[in-house]
Structures are given as structure tokens and as C-alpha cells.
């Protein structure tokens, strides 16, 4: 017996799954609980420790999710939107800090969690560093100083196995921007720009999306002027940023009062 927090990593074999795992073996403020996989997966009843290539962990890799949360203290959660969803009422019945970090998520998806944060707390973030939190709280600065002369542009670039865009990270930079110029990102949003597509909109927030190779993640939020343009920029070269505030999240989560939380809130920006 411990008294270190359990922590359970859902998508188990996924890039950030097999980060977090690594994280949380590394920590000496946790301890690892359980891995879970969807219904169906190879690793699925493997020993985690030799799924990922390595010496046997004694942590079973499981798909069902529910018997994993039990007795577990946090659920960290980097997988697909439906799965997200599943896992919220589950870590809600099972006393559970619910670190999410899957993005993709529609505005109804998003109001799927809400029942599960009335129960437990719940910490949702397109992005966990500490780094891009910075920059949205520096976005809606500078976005509060500037007039609508300077035209808002974020711009994205993924690796080519990314499924979803605009990213999780640019659509909180578009929020900081637009909660920055005191509009809603819903009114002037403008995504997917192709063909004849007008003149700018002046008071848009654009949004563009470069998919290849490796890239990990990196977001620029562009305001450009007559005759000068400021760039705010962050680049992510390892996956082990989003994991470590991932971790920092669902041990600040211990003993909170249940709701819905962000980086923001945990990281005391
Ligand atoms: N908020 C943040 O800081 C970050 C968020 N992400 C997001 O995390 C998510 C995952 O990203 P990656 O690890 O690159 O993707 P990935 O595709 O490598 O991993 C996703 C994993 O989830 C598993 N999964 C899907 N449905 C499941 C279910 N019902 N039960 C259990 N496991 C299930 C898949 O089998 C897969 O192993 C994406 O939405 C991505 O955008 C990624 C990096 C940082
Ligand atoms: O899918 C990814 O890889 C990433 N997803 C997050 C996002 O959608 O912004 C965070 C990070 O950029 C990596």
C-alpha cells in the first residue's frame, strides 16, 4: 500500500497513451494503476512493461475501463472524442479526477461532460504545457491592445497523423484572441479557406492547418498590420511537455472541490 495517487492512462498504445504511461513510472509522486485499450486491441490482456518493449510491469493491459477506475484516484485521458465521453461518467463513478486531453471534441460533445463534472473534477485542456498556456493568457493581451487595423491569424502544423483541425491548441488561441477583442470566436471565426473566397472579413480570426511528417505541434498566432506584424509563437519538439502537465493536473486535482477545470486553473495563470 501507497499513500501516492493511482492514476490510470486510457489509450494505452497511443503516442501521448505511451508517454503518459513513461511519466508516470518516472514520478515519484504517483503511481501507476492501470492501463486500458479499446475493446479489440492487440495489447489487450499484455503486461504493459513488455507491450511497450521493455521488462514486465505487472499492470495488465485491460479494456474495461470501469474496473480499472475503481480504487484508482485519476484517470488521464488522451484518446477520441466517443471514448472521452464513455470515460467521463466512469471516472465520475468511480471518484475519479478525469485529466482530458483529447481534442476533436464538437460543442455537444463538450456538454456531454458536464454531468460528470457536477461529481467530480474534471480538468479538459487542448494543450498541457505549461508553455502554450502562457501564450493564450500573452494572445488575449495582445489581442486586447490591438484594434481590429491588425488582422488575427492562427496557424497550425501537425504531424500527418493528426485527425482532427483546426488543433485543440488553436481553437484556445482563437478563444484568447476573440475573448481578447471582447467578441465571440463563434462570430467570426473563419476555417478552411478555398477557391474565390472574397477580401478578408476585417475582425476574422483565421485559422490555417499544415499536416506532415513528425511535427509535434506548433502554433503561431499572427497579427498583421499595415507595415508591421507581431508573431507569437510556440514549438512543441517533445510529446513529454503535454504529459508532465498532464500529471501536474491530476495530482492538483486531489481534493478539489468537483467542476470543470482547465491548465489555466492549474497552473495558476
Ligand atoms: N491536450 C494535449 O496537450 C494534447 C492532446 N492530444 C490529443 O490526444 C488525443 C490522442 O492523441 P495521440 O496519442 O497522438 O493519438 P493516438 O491515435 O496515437 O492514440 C489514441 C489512442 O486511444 C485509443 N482509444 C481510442 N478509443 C478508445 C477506447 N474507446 N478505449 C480505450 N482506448 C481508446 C486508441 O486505440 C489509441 O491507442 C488526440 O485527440 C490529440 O489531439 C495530443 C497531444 C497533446
Ligand atoms: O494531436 C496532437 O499531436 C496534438 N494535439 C493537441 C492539439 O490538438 O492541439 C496538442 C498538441 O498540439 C499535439
Redesign the pocket.
Known amino acids: 500500500m501507497t499513500d501516492k495517487p493511482g492514476i490510470v492512462i486510457?489509450?494505452?498504445?497511443?503516442?501521448?497513451?505511451q508517454m503518459l504511461i513513461k511519466t508516470v513510472l518516472d514520478s515519484d509522486k504517483a503511481e501507476l494503476a492501470g492501463v486500458?485499450?479499446?475493446?479489440g486491441?492487440d495489447w489487450v490482456g499484455q503486461d504493459i512493461g513488455i507491450a511497450m518493449g521493455g521488462a514486465a510491469l505487472g499492470v495488465v493491459v485491460t479494456?474495461d475501463?470501469g474496473s480499472a477506475f475503481a480504487g484508482a484516484q485519476a484517470v488521464i485521458d488522451?484518446?477520441?472524442p466517443?471514448?472521452t465521453i464513455?470515460?467521463s461518467k466512469l471516472a465520475a463513478e468511480a471518484g475519479c479526477v478525469h485529466v482530458i486531453?483529447?481534442?476533436?471534441m464538437s460543442e455537444a460533445e463538450i456538454a456531454q461532460l458536464d454531468p460528470a463534472a457536477q461529481d467530480t473534477v474534471l480538468v479538459r485542456?487542448?494543450?498541457?504545457?505549461l508553455g502554450?498556456n502562457l501564450l493564450v493568457q500573452l494572445t488575449k493581451k495582445v489581442a486586447a491592445a490591438l484594434d481590429e487595423d491588425f488582422d488575427i491569424e492562427v496557424i497550425e502544423a501537425h504531424h500527418h497523423?493528426?485527425?482532427?483541425a483546426p488543433?485543440?491548441?488553436a481553437l484556445m488561441l482563437g478563444e484568447a484572441a476573440a475573448e481578447g477583442r471582447g467578441v465571440a470566436l463563434a462570430e467570426v471565426s473563419d476555417r478552411g479557406r478555398d477557391g474565390i473566397t472574397g477580401a478578408r472579413k476585417k475582425g476574422d480570426i483565421g485559422f490555417s492547418a499544415i499536416r506532415g511528417g513528425d511535427i509535434v505541434?506548433e502554433h503561431d498566432v499572427l497579427f498583421a498590420a499595415a507595415g508591421e506584424r507581431i508573431v507569437l509563437r510556440h514549438m512543441a519538439t517533445d510529446?513529454a511537455i503535454?504529459a508532465r502537465?498532464?500529471l501536474k493536473a491530476a495530482l492538483w486535482g486531489q481534493g478539489k472541490d468537483a467542476g470543470a477545470y482547465d491548465m489555466i486553473d492549474v497552473l495558476g495563470l
Not at 486510457?10 to 501521448?16: D, E, I, L, N
Not at 486500458?36 to 475493446?39: H, W
Not at 486531453?101 to 476533436?104: A, N
Open positions: 486510457t489509450g494505452a498504445s497511443g503516442r501521448m497513451g486500458v485499450e479499446r475493446e486491441h479494456d475501463a488522451f484518446t477520441a466517443q471514448a464513455a470515460f486531453g483529447t481534442t476533436g485542456a487542448g494543450n498541457m504545457s502554450v497523423h493528426k485527425v482532427d488543433s485543440g491548441t505541434g510529446r503535454f502537465g498532464a
